[in-house]
């Protein structure tokens, strides 16, 4: 059975830092692409960051640039997301996805095939 488990959110305040984890299971992570995505209340999933099975490159979106590290441990089957710097409009579910091979171009999430159920990263204001 395809899982995949996200773990690491919670209530940090604004400046502070977290790190998620994706833990698969019922599969290999070696030959997949991971992203994350988040989901505010309201509004559309959008894409956060991405690193490929491949040549293990990275992808994030703009508005995260320098404060974000993706990171693939592939004997563990986990992937991880360092977030630093946190702001109070970074609140939201954060959840993990996996593709074959190559990170979808945008990250667009539709592209995903299999889905984690998110973990909550709490930024008050």
């Known amino acids: 059975q395809v899982q995949l488990v996200e773990s690491g959110g919670g209530l940090v305040q604004p400046g502070g830092s977290l790190r998620l984890s994706c833990a698969a299971s019922g599969f290999t992570l070696d030959y997949y692409a991971i992203g994350w995505f988040r989901q505010a209340p309201g509004k559309e999933r959008e894409g956060v960051s991405c690193?490929?099975?491949?040549?293990?490159?990275?992808y994030y979106t703009e508005s995260w640039k320098g404060r974000l590290t993706i990171s693939r441990d592939n004997a563990k089957n986990t992937v991880y997301l360092q977030m630093n710097s946190l702001k109070p409009e970074d609140t939201a579910v954060y959840l993990c996805?996996?593709?074959?091979?190559?990170?979808?171009?945008?990250?667009?999430?539709?592209?995903?095939?299999?889905w984690g159920k998110g973990t909550l990263v709490n930024v008050p204001s």
């Open positions: 996805a996996a593709v074959k091979s190559h990170c979808p171009v945008y990250l667009d999430y539709y592209a995903m095939d299999y």
């Open positions: 690193v490929s099975s491949s040549d293990e490159s990275t």
